[in-house]
C-alpha cells in the first residue's frame, strides 16, 4: 500500500513562491508505474486538480494554473514537488498529494492527509 505525506509552510506571503513536498513510501515497483497528483480543495468548495505526473513521465497542469505550477520527482529522496509561483489568497486550500487518480471522478489509490496551505493577502 502506497503511503504519502504533504509538508510544507502552511502560511505564504501574497506574491510569494509556494513549495510543497509528498513523501512517498511503499510503492511497489518502479514509480513509472503509477501516476502522481496534486489535488487541493480551497475553503468551502469542491476538490480541484492542480497537476500530475503521468505514467509517461510527461506533466499535466490544470489550465488555470498552468503559468505557475511545475511538478517534478526527487527519486533520491521518494518525494515529488508541487512549486506554485506568484500565489494569491485564491490559492488558499488545503493540498492532497495522491496516486493513481481519475480525474474527471477525482478518485484515487491513495491519498496523503493533506496540508493546511493559507495565502496572506
Same mark, same amino acid.
Given at each position: 500500500?502506497?503511503?504519502?505525506?504533504?509538508?510544507?509552510?502552511?502560511?505564504?506571503?501574497? *506574491?510569494?513562491?509556494?513549495?510543497?513536498?509528498?513523501?512517498?513510501?511503499?510503492? *511497489?515497483? *518502479?514509480?513509472?508505474?503509477? *501516476?502522481?497528483?496534486?489535488?487541493?480543495?480551497?475553503?468551502?468548495?469542491?476538490?480541484?486538480?492542480?497537476?500530475?505526473?503521468?505514467?509517461?513521465?510527461?506533466?499535466?497542469?490544470?489550465?488555470?494554473?498552468?503559468?505557475?505550477?511545475?511538478?517534478?520527482?526527487?527519486?533520491?529522496?521518494?518525494?515529488?514537488?508541487?512549486?506554485?509561483?506568484?500565489?494569491?489568497?485564491?490559492?488558499?486550500?488545503?493540498?492532497?498529494?495522491?496516486?493513481?487518480?481519475?480525474?474527471?471522478?477525482?478518485?484515487?489509490?491513495?491519498?496523503?492527509?493533506?496540508?493546511?496551505?493559507?495565502?496572506?493577502?
Amino acid at each position: 500500500q502506497v503511503q504519502l505525506q504533504e509538508s510544507g509552510p502552511g502560511l505564504v506571503e501574497s *506574491s510569494h513562491a509556494l513549495a510543497l513536498t509528498c513523501t512517498v513510501s511503499g510503492v *511497489s515497483g *518502479s514509480t513509472n508505474e503509477h *501516476s502522481w497528483t496534486w489535488i487541493r480543495q480551497p475553503p468551502g468548495k469542491g476538490l480541484e486538480w492542480v497537476g500530475y505526473i503521468a505514467k509517461s513521465g510527461n506533466t499535466y497542469y490544470r489550465p488555470t494554473l498552468k503559468s505557475r505550477a511545475s511538478i517534478f520527482w526527487d527519486t533520491s529522496k521518494n518525494q515529488f514537488t508541487l512549486h506554485l509561483n506568484s500565489v494569491t489568497p485564491e490559492d488558499t486550500a488545503v493540498y492532497f498529494c495522491a496516486t493513481d487518480c481519475t480525474i474527471a471522478s477525482m478518485t484515487c489509490g491513495s491519498w496523503g492527509q493533506g496540508t493546511q496551505v493559507t495565502v496572506s493577502s
